[in-house]
């Protein structure tokens, strides 16, 4: 039973860190090909609008793959997605989309110790 309460409290976490990196990424406009909670073989998958969000075996981990090449030189001559790109974007740009998924984990913390406060009360 413990165990399962470990895979539970740590999916919970990751699960909310990678969303984290999907919202920053998309409210800045970046394509991302797939979100996955999870790794391992997927056990469900289903696409809405570009993206492909998957469930897969084994829920201490997860993550998000945005699209186009990881290096600048491997960029395909006058690709018209390539400004969709993380790795065409601004550095201030990626380096939010790194952030929220830490940012989304103490937002997580914070809404957590609010409402035990609240239930609860302080201690």
Known sequence: MEALVVVLVFG??????EFGHLLGAKLLGMRVDSFSFGFG???????????????????????????????????????????????CRPIWQRFLVVLCGPLFNLLLAALLCIGITHFYGSP
């Open 12 to 17: 919970i976490l990751i699960g909310v860190h």
């Open 41 to 87: 073989p997927v056990l469900w998958s289903f696409k809405l609008g570009e993206t492909e969000y998957r469930l897969s075996l084994l829920p201490l981990g997860g993550y998000v793959t945005p699209s186009g090449p990881e290096h600048p030189e491997d960029l395909p001559p006058n690709d018209p997605d390539a400004k969709r790109y993380l790795i």
